[in-house]
């Protein structure tokens, strides 16, 4: 059986350097957005895979440049 890895707030405001901080989430729960948690009595947590998933759908695709030689004369 696999052990489900989770991380407390802090530990996620860490995974994002500090842009995402655990007033932020606090915030986000109380609005039920952000990554999903899990609470167990008093202690929130964020199961990794949960962040992983959240990070793909917030991820931004850039386009792609077409590639074009132009001989400078």
Same mark, same amino acid.
């Given at each position: 059986?696999?052990?489900?890895? +989770?991380? *407390? /707030?802090?530990?996620?405001?860490? &995974? %994002?350097?500090? !842009?995402?901080? /655990?007033? *932020?989430?606090?915030? $986000? &729960?109380?609005? &039920?957005?952000? /990554?999903? +948690?899990?609470?167990?009595?008093?202690?929130?947590? %964020?199961?990794?895979? !949960?962040?992983?998933? $959240?990070?793909?759908?917030?991820?931004?695709?850039?386009?792609?440049?077409?590639? *074009?030689? &132009?001989?400078?004369?």
């Amino acid at each position: 059986m696999d052990l489900v890895k +989770f991380l *407390t /707030p802090d530990e996620v405001a860490e &995974r %994002y350097r500090g !842009e995402i901080s /655990p007033g *932020t989430l606090r915030n $986000w &729960r109380s609005m &039920r957005v952000g /990554p999903s +948690f899990v609470k167990i009595g008093k202690a929130v947590l %964020y199961p990794i895979a !949960e962040l992983d998933a $959240w990070d793909e759908q917030n991820r931004v695709a850039c386009r792609a440049i077409k590639a *074009t030689h &132009r001989k400078l004369g």
